[in-house]
Structure formats: structure tokens, C-alpha cells
């Protein structure tokens, strides 16, 4: 596949650092809301400019967050609470997956802002997408573009990220 610059950057937040601030801030919203996490310290859509601590740190506190939140959440329980506004409960398995989706969603667009290849997989956005599906629409321009047509060509992967209004072509 050929990449190309088409148009913003896909998660048009700000920097690198700033998408891995919002991206980590909504791990721990996510864990707050589903466990005993706290929230972060921060808006996640108004990250500040730099971490406070290394891009490690901040990544492993969040997963940690999120890994212990979700540990205690059986999956066969009903609803769960989330830090969605327009979607205040879903059930267990549709939560842990749309809060997956935000993580690859994000890991996504700061793989491609900086060069890097794709971490979604066709297996991993066929797994996400059902969650997609059941949370975007509410949150349709304010946490997501609207979408872009599907092109014959493509996987699961383009397809999710054209359904959540980022370009699977763009390129830094």
C-alpha cells in the first residue's frame, strides 16, 4: 500500500505527546468508572503539552489502571458504568471492547504521526468493531470525524479506521 499525506493528522488533539496524554487519560477514565481507578489529573481533551513524567511511565500507568479496573469486571455481569456521556452503561464484554478500541484507535494515530507501521490488525479491528458500532455515533464530532466511504479494497482494519473518520492512507 502506498502512504500519502491527505489532508490533518488523524487524531488532529496536537502533538504526539498530547494524543498520548488524551489516549492514557481516557485509559484511566475508563478504569475509574469500571473499578476503583482515579480519574486523571487532567482533561483528556485538553491534555497539557508534555507529560509530567517519561512516555513509558505514562503508558504503563494507565495500562496498569486499566488492567486492574478491568481484572475485577466479570464479563458475563450486565452493564457496566463508562466515562461516555451520551452512553452511561453497556454491557461488560461491549465496554472492555470500545475501551480496547480507544487504546488501538489512538496507538494508531501516533504510529502513523510518527512513521511508524499500523499496529490495528484486520484481526483486531474485526474484534473492535462490533464495540465501534455501539459507541461512535453519539460521540460523532466530538470524539469522532464523520466517516469516510469504504473502498472495495479494504480490510477490516481501513475499514474501521474509514468508519471512526480517519483515513487508513494517511501518512506523516
Known amino acids: 500500500m502506498t502512504t500519502r499525506s491527505t489532508g490533518p493528522p488523524p487524531a488532529p488533539t496536537g502533538t504526539v505527546a498530547q494524543v498520548l496524554l488524551h489516549a492514557a487519560g481516557d485509559q484511566h477514565a475508563w478504569a ?23 512516555v513509558t511511565e505514562l503508558v504503563d500507568a494507565a495500562v496498569a489502571a486499566a488492567t486492574a479496573a478491568w481484572d475485577q469486571v466479570d464479563p458475563a455481569s450486565g452493564s457496566v458504568p463508562t466515562p ?3 452512553v452511561p452503561t453497556l454491557p461488560a464484554e461491549v465496554a472492555a471492547a470500545a475501551c480496547a ?3 488501538a484507535i489512538h496507538a494508531w494515530d501516533v504510529a502513523v504521526a510518527t512513521g511508524q507501521p499500523s499496529p490495528l490488525s484486520d484481526e483486531l479491528a474485526a474484534a473492535l468493531d462490533p464495540a465501534a458500532r455501539a459507541v461512535v455515533e453519539p460521540l460523532r464530532g466530538f470524539a469522532y470525524a464523520a466517516p469516510l466511504a469504504t ?3 479494504d480490510g477490516a482494519a481501513a475499514a474501521l479506521l474509514r468508519y471512526l473518520g480517519r483515513d487508513p492512507e494517511w501518512a506523516a
Do not use: C, I, K, Q
Not at 468508572?33 to 513524567?53: K, Q
Open 32 to 54: 475509574s468508572f469500571v473499578g476503583a481507578g482515579s480519574l486523571p489529573t487532567y482533561n483528556p481533551f485538553d491534555p497539557p503539552a508534555r507529560p509530567e513524567g517519561t
Open 151 to 153: 473502498e472495495a479494497t
Open 101 to 103: 478500541l480507544d487504546a
Open 84 to 86: 461516555l456521556p451520551p
